[in-house]
Structures are given as C-alpha cells and as structure tokens.
C-alpha cells in the first residue's frame, strides 16, 4: 500500500510538475541558444536539402558539453534538445522510484526496463 | 542564392504554429503536419524532418500531459505497462529509418498521414460504460477513476495483453516516421482496452513523450537532428498547440474539420507521388 508521500496522487502531482520544467526548461535553452546563433550566423544560405550528417560535436552528449562550455551557439540550442529528451525519461526515472517506495515490484520492473531502452536509445548503445 | 538561415527560421517557425493549430485542432499532433511542410514546402532532407518533427512531439506531449496527470484523468500503470511495447517498437524504427531510403519513407507515410486524416472524420464511439473487472487487469492494479462532473468515475480496463501488437505498430511508426501516433495508441485504448475516451486520450499522450524519447536518442546520435532547424520547429508547435486548445469548439468545427482533413489527404497524396517518383 502506498505510504506516505508516494500515494498515487501525489505522485502525478510530481510527474505533472517535473514534465512542466523540463519543457519550459528545455524551450529556455533552446530559445537562447538559437537566438545567439541567429545573431552569429543569419546570412548564409541553407542547405537541409542532401543529408550530411550533423558534426560529431552535436551528436553525442560528451561533444554537447564541450560544445556549451565554448559557449557554442549551436551547442546551447542542441542542449535545449537534449534536455527536452532528458524530460520524459525523468519522468520515467521518478516513476520507478515512485512504484519501489509503493513496493509494487512489478511496475519497478517495467519501468527500469523502459528507462533502460531510453538510456540505450539515448547514449547509443 | 537560397534565403538565408535567418528567413527560413521565421518561415520555419510559422510553418511550425500552423502544423501545432492543425495538429491540435484534429488531435493528431503536430509531427504528422510538420514532416510533410519541411519536406514539401522547404525542401528539407527527409530525415532532418522527422528529427525535427520528432523532438517537437516530445515538446507538445510532454506539455499537455503535464497538466492532464495533474488533473488525474491518466492512467500512469496502464501507460506504463504499455510502454515496453511502444519504446521496443520505437527503437526498431529508428534503426529501420537509418537503412531505408527517403523514397520509401515518404510513401509509407503519405499512406499513414491518409489513415489519419481519414480517422479524424470518423465519429468515436465510446464503449467504456458498464464493465465486470478484468482479472489481469486487476493483478497489475490497473482499475482506476477519472474525473467527472458528480466527482469521479470508476472504469475497469479489459484485455490487457492485446494491445500490445497495435502499441508495437505504433511505436515503429513514430520511430520511423517522426510522429506521436497518437491515433493508433488511441484506438487501441479505446476498442480493445475500452477505456473511457478522456482516459485514452490523456493516457496516450503520457506515452507519446516517453516513445518519442526512446526513438529521438537514436536520431540524436545519427546526426539527424540539427538544432537550427529543431528547434524553431518545436518552440512553433508549442505555440499552435497552445493556440489551438484555445480556439472553441463550436457548430462551425465539424465543417472545419472536413476542411483539414482534405487538405491532408491532398498532402498525403503529394508525399506518395513524390516518394514513388523518388523526389524525397
């Protein structure tokens, strides 16, 4: 049975809060970061019409973290993607907890199993 | 010369609250809306669409679930439960999207974007109502209640493990295509589970972010996802969908509906003829 603080009312009061900030959050970052980028770079002409490939420096969350500590424009607004995906899979994260303190053995296991598929996906394992 | 990075993230974002007004107005979401505008009207390479489609439907979903689990009406368990089948059926079309080619990309979803708006002109029927607990059901502590006006209204979900197939379905759509798929998810909620309507609807939603997530991390790793053209895109559908909630639902609606619905089929049409030609 749920104890204190973990009732399941409780808990989607949580989850509502956490995906809340994680999307304004996320929009934040990616609004500056693609501000600053604009600024910098406004004039060239766009190319998403053959499929390059983004640089190394964007698609892995070490390159992201190098990238923001430059202060790369296109790094920050990347970093607004990340935490945007990060969202949802903290919220998955909390559910797991949430279930292990209800003791509800079975929802731990589904969900630490989906957090391991998103965390797979993520880190591209 | 081309226009410049700074008039196509106007356009772009434009673009993007039209695709979230849409989406919402029709309740597919904006993804469905957002791959054929890049693709059509800007020229954008098929797969920077769907990551850019793809990280808006986390944006919208996880929005809009924010405040409908506050409000109770998700059904966290069975949306857990169900997630296993989704995030499996994402990760898969991730990885099949990164082998086929666009061509074959644009036709599969110029036939799913004419399910959709097909699905959209179709009444629901509501077949929730008088139900006997579902024993699985039950086990897995999934017998719950939702928000009424006298208060609130048990329900007790049916068949649990059927669902599982369509929820795979669409998952691998969402993974494959960049959309939330929330029409899939939705029915097989409402006819094989019969949950209530507002529980189905607000329970997908719960799981479009997580599904959308597992898929994204793939299309983030591949290079597919360019924040340039992401997020203009996400910060214009949550936007539109915004806006969109807010347009009241009048007598006027249902012809409106008509209205989207066709000009989507004409999309969908557009998407199979350039696919076949092999113009994407």
Request: aromatic letters at 6%; zero cysteines.
């Given at each position: 049975?749920?104890?204190?603080?973990?009732?399941?009312?409780?808990?989607?009061?949580?989850?509502?809060?956490?995906?809340?900030?994680?999307?304004?959050?996320?929009?934040?970052?990616?609004?500056?970061?693609?501000?600053?980028?604009?600024?910098?770079?406004?004039?060239?002409?766009?190319?998403?019409?053959?499929?390059?490939?983004?640089?190394?420096?964007?698609?892995?969350?070490?390159?992201?973290?190098?990238?923001?500590?430059?202060?790369?424009?296109?790094?920050?607004?990347?970093?607004?993607?990340?935490?945007?995906?990060?969202?949802?899979?903290?919220?998955?994260?909390?559910?797991?907890?949430?279930?292990?303190?209800?003791?509800?053995?079975?929802?731990?296991?589904v969900t630490s199993f989906v957090l391991v598929?998103?965390?797979?996906?993520?880190?591209?394992? | 010369?081309?226009?410049?990075?700074?008039?196509?993230?106007?356009?772009?974002?434009?673009?993007?609250?039209?695709?979230?007004?849409?989406?919402?107005?029709?309740?597919?979401?904006?993804?469905?809306?957002?791959?054929?505008?890049?693709?059509?009207?800007?020229?954008?390479?098929?797969?920077?669409?769907?990551?850019?489609?793809?990280?808006?439907?986390?944006?919208?979903?996880?929005?809009?679930?924010?405040?409908?689990?506050?409000?109770?009406?998700?059904?966290?368990?069975?949306?857990?439960?169900?997630?296993?089948?989704?995030?499996?059926?994402?990760?898969?079309?991730?990885?099949?999207?990164?082998?086929?080619?666009?061509?074959?990309?644009?036709?599969?979803?110029?036939?799913?974007?004419?399910?959709?708006?097909?699905?959209?002109?179709?009444?629901?029927?509501?077949?929730?109502?008088?139900?006997?607990?579902?024993?699985?059901?039950?086990r897995l502590g999934m017998n719950s209640t939702?928000?009424?006006?006298?208060?609130?209204?048990?329900?007790?979900?049916?068949?649990?493990?059927?669902?599982?197939?369509?929820?795979?379905?669409?998952?691998?759509?969402?993974?494959?295509?960049?959309?939330?798929?929330?029409?899939?998810?939705?029915?097989?909620?409402?006819?094989i589970m019969r949950l209530p309507f507002k529980?189905?609807?607000?329970?997908?939603?719960?799981?479009?972010?997580?599904?959308?997530?597992?898929?994204?991390?793939?299309?983030?790793?591949?290079?597919?996802?360019?924040?340039?053209?992401?997020?203009?895109?996400?910060?214009?559908?949550?936007?539109?969908?915004?806006?969109?909630?807010?347009?009241?639902?009048?007598?006027?609606?249902?012809?409106?509906?008509?209205?989207?619905?066709?000009?989507?089929?004409?999309?969908?049409?557009?998407?199979?003829?350039?696919?076949?030609?092999?113009?994407?």
């Amino acid at each position: 049975m749920p104890r204190g603080g973990w009732a399941d009312e409780q808990v989607e009061q949580l989850l509502g809060w956490v995906l809340q900030l994680g999307v304004v959050l996320a929009a934040l970052v990616g609004l500056i970061g693609g501000a600053a980028y604009l600024l910098g770079h406004g004039l060239p002409p766009y190319d998403y019409r053959s499929f390059r490939g983004e640089p190394a420096d964007l698609r892995s969350l070490g390159g992201i973290a190098r990238g923001v500590s430059r202060l790369d424009a296109r790094d920050v607004a990347q970093l607004g993607v990340v935490l945007l995906l990060a969202t949802p899979i903290t919220r998955v994260a909390l559910s797991a907890l949430a279930f292990a303190r209800q003791r509800d053995h079975t929802y731990v296991l589904v969900t630490s199993f989906v957090l391991v598929l998103l965390l797979a996906g993520l880190l591209g394992v | 010369m081309g226009i410049s990075v700074l008039e196509l993230t106007l356009l772009v974002w434009l673009g993007a609250v039209a695709a979230g007004v849409v989406g919402a107005l029709t309740g597919l979401g904006g993804g469905i809306i957002i791959v054929p505008m890049l693709t059509l009207l800007f020229n954008v390479d098929m797969r920077y669409a769907i990551g850019a489609a793809l990280v808006s439907v986390i944006g919208t979903s996880s929005g809009a679930a924010a405040a409908y689990v506050r409000e109770g009406y998700s059904n966290i368990r069975v949306g857990t439960f169900l997630e296993v089948a989704t995030t499996l059926g994402a990760l898969a079309g991730a990885w099949l999207a990164r082998l086929a080619p666009t061509s074959a990309l644009a036709v599969v979803f110029g036939l799913f974007l004419l399910y959709s708006a097909a699905q959209t002109l179709r009444a629901r029927r509501e077949t929730a109502g008088l139900l006997v607990p579902d024993p699985t059901a039950t086990r897995l502590g999934m017998n719950s209640t939702y928000p009424v006006e006298q208060g609130r209204q048990a329900y007790y979900p049916q068949r649990v493990w059927p669902p599982w197939g369509l929820m795979s379905v669409a998952g691998l759509l969402s993974g494959l295509l960049g959309i939330g798929s929330g029409a899939l998810k939705v029915l097989a909620m409402d006819r094989i589970m019969r949950l209530p309507f507002k529980v189905s609807t607000t329970t997908s939603n719960f799981m479009i972010g997580v599904t959308a997530a597992a898929s994204a991390g793939i299309y983030l790793t591949g290079g597919y996802i360019d924040p340039a053209l992401a997020m203009p895109v996400m910060l214009g559908v949550l936007v539109g969908a915004a806006l969109g909630s807010r347009i009241l639902v009048t007598a006027r609606a249902a012809s409106l509906l008509v209205r989207l619905a066709v000009v989507m089929m004409a999309l969908a049409a557009e998407m199979i003829v350039h696919g076949l030609a092999g113009r994407i």
